[in-house]
């Protein structure tokens, strides 16, 4: 079965550093998303993307995120200047969606996620 | 807004019995998705199954069904003889079908341990 695929599955950074989190959604999908969880707490989304730029994005996604999608199959998040409280599990994830709105039945395929721990 | 709740942290079952995780749901959206995703050890987050507000008939998937009750805003997830490999952490999600909106509202989870 096809897979989200994430590198690194570990990250190590000290705050105030860059970092980009890799992803590659699987290839027919058309919806690309990154959500976060915190140790021992909710999965939080983070922002959704579509056609080449953000379709919906939550209040944790300020302005040191940012999501690319720099050529055909990968999908980055980058952090900007990192924060001790980025430390997280971040997930990459995808969903097919041919038809939008009412009706539609998306399966949300989820990557491994990459481990960010900023020091 | 959209809000899951999840009232059971951790739960127990025997092996090969059958156990029930609550999931009560609160949102104003007229059409909306459910989902359950199980997230063993290792991390990853794997789909076991979807319900639409719409479904007449309650979601299966092999050994999982979603026990929907759309009155009541609950959409409890049923597994069938369990299994050792069932114990993981498990979360209910949701979704508006509806104003272009994607993204998923999670629950707290509830931590299911299979007992042999």
């Known amino acids: 079965e096809p897979e989200v695929t994430q590198t690194p599955s570990h990250q190590v950074t000290q705050m105030g550093q860059e970092v980009i989190l890799r992803c590659v959604p699987i290839?027919?999908?058309?919806?690309f998303y990154w959500y976060r969880q915190i140790l021992g707490q909710k999965v939080e989304f983070l922002v959704s993307?579509?056609?080449?730029?953000?379709?919906?994005k939550s209040e944790i996604f300020d302005d040191q995120f940012s999501v690319e999608r720099p050529d055909g199959s990968n999908f980055t998040l980058k952090i900007r200047s990192t924060k001790l409280e980025d430390s997280a599990m971040y997930f990459c994830?995808?969903?097919?969606?041919?038809?939008?709105?009412?009706?539609?039945?998306?399966?949300?395929?989820f990557g491994s996620g990459t481990q960010l721990s900023v020091l | 807004a959209q809000k899951i709740t999840q009232t059971q942290p951790g739960m127990f079952v025997q092996e090969k019995e059958a156990v029930t995780l609550d999931c009560t749901y609160d949102?104003?959206?007229?059409?909306?998705?459910l989902f359950w995703y199980k997230q063993p050890s290792s991390g990853e987050m794997i789909f076991l199954i979807y319900?639409?507000?719409?479904?007449?008939q309650n979601a299966t998937e092999g050994r999982y069904s979603l026990n929907f009750q759309k009155a009541r805003k609950s959409a409890n997830l049923v597994i069938s003889a369990s299994q050792l490999g069932d114990s993981a952490m498990y979360f209910c999600?949701?979704?508006?079908?509806?104003?272009?909106?994607?993204?998923?509202?999670f629950g707290s989870g509830t931590r299911l341990q299979v007992q042999p």
């Open positions: 319900q639409g507000s719409y479904d007449q």
């Open positions: 949102t104003s959206d007229p059409s909306y998705g």
């Open positions: 994830a995808s969903s097919e969606s041919r038809a939008k709105g009412i009706g539609t039945n998306e399966k949300l395929f």
């Open positions: 290839s027919n999908h058309l919806y």
């Open positions: 993307f579509y056609n080449n730029e953000i379709s919906e």
């Open positions: 999600a949701m979704r508006s079908l509806g104003g272009g909106r994607r993204a998923l509202t």
